[in-house]
Structure formats: C-alpha cells, structure tokens
C-alpha cells in the first residue's frame, strides 16, 4: 500500500508515527556504537585546537581571534563549550557534541530519504530509508570522522537541515518563512566549516530555478529571505570581527589560503596540494578505502556508493527533473548541490580522507531521490513485483546483516573499556594536577593539562599549527598576531615562565620545548603510558608516588 504522501514526497500526519518508531530504533542500534567510537578512540592531532578553545571559553571566556589565533570559522567553538559548561571534561565534552550531531545527521538522513521515497509503497520506502541509514553508519568516512572533536558533523548536521528546509520551500506559494530559515541553517553550516560556503549561490540558483509555483512568476525579491537567513547567521562573525577583524580574516582565509601552502612546499610534501594530486588523492585513498565486511564484503564501500550515484543517482534524478517526476525539485537542488559538496571537500590543501564525509549522506540522499521517482519514471503497466522485489531484497539484506553487526558491536560497546581514550585522558590530568599542583602548561597538546583543569598558553591554543608556520611572518607580524616562532620562545616565556612542560607527541616541534626546558633546569618526569614527559623545574620535583608539597 502506497504510503500517503503528495507529489514531492511530504507524507501524511497520520503516515509519521511509524517512520518515526523505525528511526528511534534505528538510533538505538546505533547510538551505544557512536558512543563508543567517539569516547575511546585515540586523540587526533585536529582535536587539540577544537577542544582548547571550547575549554578557554567556557572556562575563561577568552574568544578566538580577539584573545588568541585560530584557523576555522569559529562557530563550533560555542557549541563545544555549552556541552564542558554543562560538566563534561573538555575532551568528553567535545566529543559528545559531535556525537550528538552525528546521530543528528543519521536522524536527517532516514527522515528525508523516507519522504523521499513517499511514492513507493510504505513497507518499502521505511525498509529502504531505514537500509540507507543503516549504509551511512557503516561507511568507513562516517566511522571515521563523526564524533570527533573537529567541526565536520555540527557543520554536515545544519547543511543537511538546510537542503531538506529549502526542498520544502520549492514550488510553494508563500515559502518565506522556510527560506529564511535554510538560509539561516545553511549560513551557521558555512560559520562552522567554510567549505559549505560555496553551496549558498547553488542554492541560490535552485530558489529561482525551481521554486516558483505554477502561475507565479519569477519575482527578483524570491531570494531575499534566503539571504536574510544568511546575514542574519552572519552576526555572531560580525560581533568577532569588530573585535578583531584583521586576524579573523587572517585566521579564516590567508592561513589556509597561503601560510599551510607555503609551508607543505617548505616539507617537500607534494601529496593531495595540487587539483590533480587531489583528484589522485581521493582515487587512492577515499574510494578505495575498505568496505564494512557488515554489508559488502570485501568491496570498497565509498566506491559502490560514488558507483551508484553516479551511474543510477544522477541519470534517475535528471530525467526526474525533466519528466517532473517523484519529488523533482528536490532533484533539481541535489543536481545542484552534489558538484558543490565534492568542491568544497576538494578545496582544503592539503587534502584529507575526513574531507569527503560531507559528500556521504548527500549521495545517500541521492539515491532516495532517485529510487522515490521510480513510480513516475517506469512505464504504467509493469510495476509490480519485478520493479519492488529487487529494491526488498536490497533493503533487507542491508537491514538483516548490517542491523545484526550493529546491534552486536554496539552490545561489545556498552561493556565499559577501562583503557578508554577518554580514561587515559583524564587520568593524564589528574596526574599532572598532582605533579604541578597549579599553574601553565606550556605544550603543544592542549587537552591533557585540560583534562586536569590546568591552565595552557592561549597564543598555542591550536596546538602545533600556529608554531609551525609562525617563522614564515615577520617577526612584528608575528607578535600583532599573537603567534610564537621556535625562535621567539625565550622572548616570549620571559615573563610569564611556564609551571611544566609537557612533550613526547609533537616529533618535529617538541624538540623546540624541550630545548627551552633543558636550558632552564626543569627535569623530565615520565607519565603513565610512555607517550608524554612532564618537565619541572628542580625544586618542583617529587618522589614518585609521593605528593609534592
């Protein structure tokens, strides 16, 4: 029985209750893997300055740019340090953030496929929106980037909100208050992670392309809402520039756009920095990254899904939109988008695998745009079990074997890991607590002395990435943008020396910190799991074991 829905895939009130007891299953199969995937992997080099300055504002209310440098787009910083102010430590807390939207994404991702798919008949259109959800929990991007304590799944989560908003507002008669607010979602997607920037004229294009009603011309003011929606995002950076406008735009633009360029060419490292090296890049080690065995076996996955949209996705999506079949304008705005999304995961040099997990649940929302306009592309006759049964054996494989191997990993997940990454991090700080007692820090990797409420250097709130590149800036550059060269160490440390120093992780630049500590006389102290030594100075050092006075 065909599930009640209209013509662009907007199902019935009465047609919610059991898509959304299939989601909330879903989510539960998944969240106990989630959790564990975000709370006891190893800490990435990335994190250090995400969680620092959450930290530094939640704890001392110091902001980027006007307090400190920093490289991104700032507004995953507020997010992160709602979720320490609520009493996680900053690691945990960051982490849980990402978590949250993570499974934020998952939700969106079954929620639009199922409208998507509201011509098929309902059995089928929940067991494939419910097997597409289930593909994105065992994509190997997905696994592992999201829930992390970087700025991909805030950013994924608003950007797809803002697609499936506009989707709504196309071809309706008064859609104002609907683009106003994708404009807003899609404006925080780019304030979080700048690569979703370039989506906004793409999506600009579909407003007029596609969302006029039949009878109603194409009103130059159709776009304004959607572009009220993006100023209005655009406050928060507003505010911070006023306060620090050059080094915003430093920070944003010519430290990505310049300053890591230059330096890479400095290393001799060639690898994903050019558009061909990057294409290379994401043949190399995107596509053919490996599968989950849950689902395909030992076929990469990322390729069989680039396979499928671009061999059925895209071919089904446009003569959708030729034909006005199935939800077509929606079709038109992920013509729109998929190019763009591909754009912007290709635009950070040097190119990273995480990059492309923005481009997953699009193609995955693709393919429901595709499969939901099957019903208007087949011929009127033949639609019976030869069209669906394939789409239901697809459907419950993916629901049967995926949904066991989740269930069964997310059973392993609930039993608590004494060694945990979040454990060992605590453990960390409490132990440098005990050593220093109180104090700053001076290192490279933030989160630990974090961990143990100990205080760091702002100026090296990002962790290695301010020191590396400082040395390529005039030395009075240098200090109008509050950043430290190895050679600007002693200068800088004069007056406010630092309690310990914290090394062991950082191989290049570590050295500098060390050469600092052993020229000053602080000793290195060892600490639990061989990776990091705490540097104190001499009257500073107590037995171990035992509590220093």
């Known amino acids: 029985m065909p599930s009640p829905a209209t013509a662009e895939g907007v199902p019935s009130r009465g047609a919610r209750v059991l898509p959304a007891v299939v989601l909330l299953l879903v989510l539960a199969l998944a969240a106990p893997l989630l959790m564990q995937n975000a709370l006891d992997r190893p800490v990435s080099r990335d994190e250090h300055q995400f969680v620092a300055s959450a930290a530094l504002l939640a704890r001392q209310g110091l902001l980027p740019f006007r307090d400190y440098p920093y490289f991104h787009v700032p507004y995953q910083v507020p997010a992160q340090?709602?979720?320490?102010?609520?009493?996680?430590?900053?690691?945990?807390?960051?982490?849980?953030?990402?978590l949250a939207f993570g499974l934020g994404c998952l939700g969106l991702v079954f929620w639009g496929a199922w409208r998507y798919l509201g011509g098929l008949p309902r059995w089928l259109g929940l067991g494939l929106a419910a097997a597409l959800a289930v593909w994105l929990t065992h994509s190997p991007l997905f696994l592992y980037t999201s829930g992390r304590a970087w700025n991909h799944d805030l950013a994924l989560f608003l950007a797809l909100a803002s697609f499936m908003v506009l989707g709504q507002a196309l071809g309706r008669p008064r859609p104002g208050r609907l683009l106003w607010a994708s404009g807003l979602l899609l404006g925080l997607a780019a304030g979080v992670r700048l690569s979703w920037a370039p989506a906004a004229p793409a999506m600009l294009v579909a407003v007029y392309w596609l969302g006029p009603p039949p009878g109603l011309p194409r009103s130059w003011r159709l776009g304004l809402p959607f572009l009220g929606g993006l100023c209005l995002s655009g406050l928060p950076l507003l505010f911070l520039a006023l306060a620090a406008w050059d080094d915003l735009l430093f920070g944003v633009l010519v430290y990505p756009g310049q300053l890591t360029t230059q330096f890479w060419a400095q290393q001799g490292y060639a690898k994903a920095m050019t558009w061909a090296s990057k294409l290379d890049f994401f043949h190399r080690h995107v596509l053919l990254?490996?599968?989950?065995?849950?689902?395909?076996?030992?076929?990469?996955?990322?390729?069989?899904?680039?396979?499928?949209?671009?061999?059925?996705?895209?071919?089904?999506?446009?003569?959708?939109?030729?034909?006005?079949?199935?939800?077509?304008?929606?079709?038109?705005?992920?013509?729109?988008?998929?190019?763009?999304?591909?754009?912007?995961?290709?635009?950070?040099?040097?190119?990273?695998?995480?990059?492309?997990?923005?481009?997953?649940?699009?193609?995955?929302?693709?393919?429901?745009?595709?499969?939901?306009?099957?019903?208007?592309?087949?011929?009127?006759?033949?639609?019976?079990?030869?069209?669906?049964?394939?789409?239901?054996?697809?459907?419950?494989?993916?629901?049967?074997?995926?949904?066991?191997?989740?269930?069964?990993?997310?059973?392993?997940?609930?039993?608590?890991?004494?060694?945990?990454?979040?454990?060992?991090?605590?453990?960390?700080?409490?132990?440098?607590?005990?050593?220093?007692?109180?104090?700053?820090?001076?290192?490279?990797?933030?989160?630990?002395?974090?961990?143990?409420?100990?205080?760091?250097?702002?100026?090296?709130?990002?962790?290695?990435?301010?020191?590396?590149?400082?040395?390529?800036?005039?030395?009075?550059?240098?200090?109008?943008?509050?950043?430290?060269?190895?050679?600007?160490?002693?200068?800088?440390?004069?007056?406010?020396?630092?309690?310990?120093?914290?090394?062991?992780?950082?191989?290049?630049?570590?050295?500098?910190?060390?050469?600092?500590?052993?020229?000053?006389?602080?000793?290195?102290?060892?600490?639990?799991?061989?990776?990091?030594?705490?540097?104190?100075?001499?009257?500073?050092?107590?037995?171990?074991?035992?509590?220093?006075?």
């Open 81 to 98: 340090a709602l979720f320490i102010r609520l009493g996680a430590d900053p690691l945990a807390g960051a982490r849980l953030c990402s």
């Open 289 to 549: 990254a490996p599968g989950d065995l849950a689902l395909f076996g030992t076929f990469a996955q990322t390729r069989l899904l680039m396979a499928a949209t671009l061999l059925l996705a895209l071919p089904l999506n446009l003569l959708a939109l030729a034909k006005r079949a199935g939800a077509w304008r929606q079709s038109g705005l992920m013509l729109l988008l998929l190019p763009v999304v591909f754009l912007g995961a290709m635009l950070p040099t040097p190119n990273m695998f995480q990059y492309y997990y923005q481009a997953v649940p699009m193609c995955l929302l693709a393919l429901a745009l595709a499969l939901g306009a099957l019903p208007g592309l087949a011929p009127a006759g033949p639609r019976g079990p030869w069209l669906w049964a394939p789409l239901g054996l697809l459907a419950a494989y993916a629901l049967a074997h995926g949904g066991y191997h989740l269930a069964h990993a997310g059973y392993k997940a609930l039993k608590p890991e004494a060694n945990s990454e979040r454990a060992a991090a605590l453990a960390l700080g409490r132990e440098m607590v005990r050593q220093v007692g109180a104090g700053r820090v001076l290192t490279l990797t933030p989160i630990y002395p974090l961990e143990g409420d100990l205080e760091i250097y702002p100026e090296l709130a990002s962790g290695p990435f301010a020191l590396r590149v400082a040395h390529l800036l005039p030395p009075q550059q240098r200090r109008a943008r509050r950043m430290v060269a190895p050679a600007d160490l002693e200068e800088f440390l004069a007056s406010r020396p630092p309690a310990a120093i914290l090394s062991g992780l950082e191989k290049e630049l570590d050295p500098h910190l060390m050469a600092y500590a052993q020229a000053h006389g602080y000793q290195p102290r060892p600490l639990p799991g061989d990776r990091l030594v705490l540097w104190l100075p001499d009257q500073r050092v107590a037995p171990a074991g035992q509590e220093r006075p």
